[in-house]
């Protein structure tokens, strides 16, 4: 069960802070760089909708499994960099909710209503956002790996 757990945790991080990263790096710079917005906003707009309902599950199973492997050491023994992570995921958790009920939420409201600067200028925050979302991941990940 501790093997799955973990296995488990693993896999919710690297759906989560890779398809940030893909979205980031290859998606939003050959779609802005090839789509007026118009043409740009509603697939993208797409696109987040079916990646949050990913992460929304990665979270779920963040916490899940992160719970889970908790009691086995208990928290004034599990080593600092479960302590690290657990903080940082929990901001990292914060700033998805922030991200999703708010320019995530006004990025479709725009689309629907063809408003395209402000779809992009709320495309822009929600790529803003998940740049942010990047660093406190990777510090996550190297706590965890660094501070046993």
């Not at 990913?54 to 080593?79: N, Q, S």
Request: with cysteine; aromatic share 10%; net charge positive.
């Amino acid at each position: 069960m501790p093997v799955l757990m973990k296995f488990l945790h693993i896999a919710a991080a690297i759906v989560w802070l890779g398809g940030i990263s893909f979205k980031l790096v290859a998606l939003r710079p050959a779609a802005s760089a090839q789509l007026a917005p118009p043409r740009r906003l509603p697939p993208m707009a797409g696109v987040q909708q079916n990646f949050f309902k990913l992460v929304w599950l990665a979270v779920g199973l963040l916490l899940l499994t992160g719970l889970a492997m908790l009691p086995a050491v208990g928290m004034k023994t599990a080593p600092l960099g479960w302590h690290v992570m657990f903080g940082i995921g929990l901001l990292m958790f914060a700033l998805f909710g922030h991200l999703c009920f708010g320019p995530y939420r006004r990025l479709k409201l725009k689309v629907a209503a063809t408003d395209w600067p402000e779809g992009g200028r709320r495309g822009g925050q929600i790529a803003t956002s998940a740049s942010l979302a990047l660093a406190p991941g990777g510090l996550a990940t190297a706590a965890v790996i660094f501070l046993v």
